[in-house]
Nanobody
Framework: QVQLVESGGGLVQTGGSLRLSCTASQQTSGSHVMGWFRQAPGKEREFVATMNGGYPYYADSVKGRFTISINSAKTTVFLDMNSLKPEYTC???????????????????????WGQGTQVTVSS
């Protein structure tokens, strides 16, 4: 199973921006679905954004604020987060599927590799 290493979390004020990065430890041929979920204390892990079949998909709650991208080698996925709000405070997890396309990209069960998570805290 590939290891995913996240970076870029931290503390930011309301309205600020952060960029999360996630790099896969192994380069494999072909592309994989790579994306981000997040989880607040006491809540279920929820979908944020993903690159699925080469196209970006977003949760409604982050459309227009977050942008997902991937490098040309398909090994690092980025999440640019703008206009951050306190309710976005939680742990963000990078994830990857074994496949280049999945139907239910918003379900965590479609992914089989997960990063350790990076804390994002938005102060009011």
């Amino acid at each position: 199973q590939v290891q995913l290493v996240e970076s870029g979390g931290g503390l930011v004020q309301t309205g600020g921006s952060l960029r999360l990065s996630c790099t896969a430890s192994q380069q494999t041929s072909g592309s994989h679905v790579m994306g981000w979920f997040r989880q607040a204390p006491g809540k279920e892990r929820e979908f944020v954004a993903t690159m699925n079949g080469g196209y970006p998909y977003y949760a409604d709650s982050v459309k227009g604020r977050f942008t997902i991208s991937i490098n040309s080698a398909k090994t690092t996925v980025f999440l640019d987060m703008n206009s951050l709000k306190p309710e976005y405070t939680c742990v963000y997890f990078c994830t990857r599927s074994s496949f280049s396309y999945v139907d239910s990209y918003y379900r965590s069960s479609e992914y089989d590799s997960w990063g350790q998570g990076t804390q994002v805290t938005v102060s009011s």
